[in-house]
T-cell receptor, first 113, second 113 residues
Framework: GENVEQHPSTLSVQEGDSAVIKCTYS??????FPWYKQELGKRPQLIID?????GEKKDQRIAVTLNKTAKHFSLHITETQPEDSAVYFC????????????FGTGTRLTIIP | EAGVVQSPRYKIIEKKQPVAFWCNPI?????LYWYLQNLGQGPELLIR????????DSQLPKDRFSAERLKGVDSTLKIQPAELGDSAVYLC???????????FGPGTRLTVT
């Protein structure tokens, strides 16, 4: 089955700097890659996703890039703010026929004021 | 629109007791998921429903866990009997169809003593 690895497990950045979180996946058939943000004690929230027909997607300060050849995708957060502090999870799915999302182990991002 | 609703939010039970969790998905979402989230880990799929049909229950420990979604709307997940290792957060999610854009509920934090 699919295996998703996520790095780093913890990340601290100064407010205003950029943060990058990386994930690799094992199943070359995977074609959907969402990112979730989870604040302490709260539900995971979908913040951005990308499908395999796109190499990059951007939404304001957040961007996701996908390299299907290398089987890795990354989350980029620019101009970080204190409210960006949370745990971020990547996930992968092969789509219709096997809708299961396989999640990474999470990255705890701390923004230092 | 209203989000995914789960109840109860917290539950403390003694081992060997039964427990049930309830989920009401976003209106119109045909696909419903139950996930298990251990502390410091990403969610892991337990079961997925397409309308009232359980189409992926391969990760559900069927000796003690059961689930139902009788009318294709809300769903109940049951554990009987509970074990100490079942302590975790049980998350419900829903989507229009396929793995894309899954929206999570707030979860039920179960503590088995």
């Amino acid at each position: 089955g699919e295996n998703v690895e996520q790095h780093p497990s913890t990340l601290s950045v100064q407010e205003g700097d950029s943060a990058v979180i990386k994930c690799t996946y094992s199943d070359s058939a995977s074609n959907y890659f969402p990112w979730y943000k989870q604040e302490l004690g709260k539900r995971p929230q979908l913040i951005i996703d990308i499908r395999s027909n796109v190499g990059e997607k951007k939404d304001q300060r957040i961007a996701v890039t996908l390299n299907k050849t290398a089987k890795h995708f990354s989350l980029h957060i620019t101009e970080t703010q204190p409210e960006d502090s949370a745990v971020y999870f990547c996930a992968a799915s092969v789509g219709f026929g096997n809708e299961k999302l396989t999640f990474g182990t999470g990255t705890r991002l701390t923004i230092i004021p | 629109e209203a989000g995914v609703v789960q109840s109860p939010r917290y539950k403390i039970i003694e081992k060997k007791q039964p427990v049930a969790f309830w989920c009401n998905p976003i209106s119109g979402h045909n696909t419903l998921y139950w996930y298990l989230q251990n502390l410091g880990q990403g969610p892991e799929l337990l079961i997925r429903y397409e309308n009232e049909e359980a189409v992926d229950d391969s990760q559900l420990p069927k000796d003690r866990f059961s689930a139902e979604r009788l009318k294709g709307v809300d769903s109940t997940l049951k554990i009987q009997p509970a074990e100490l290792g079942d302590s975790a957060v049980y998350l419900c999610a829903s989507s229009l169809g396929g793995p894309w854009e899954q929206y999570f509920g707030p979860g039920t934090r179960l503590t088995v003593t």
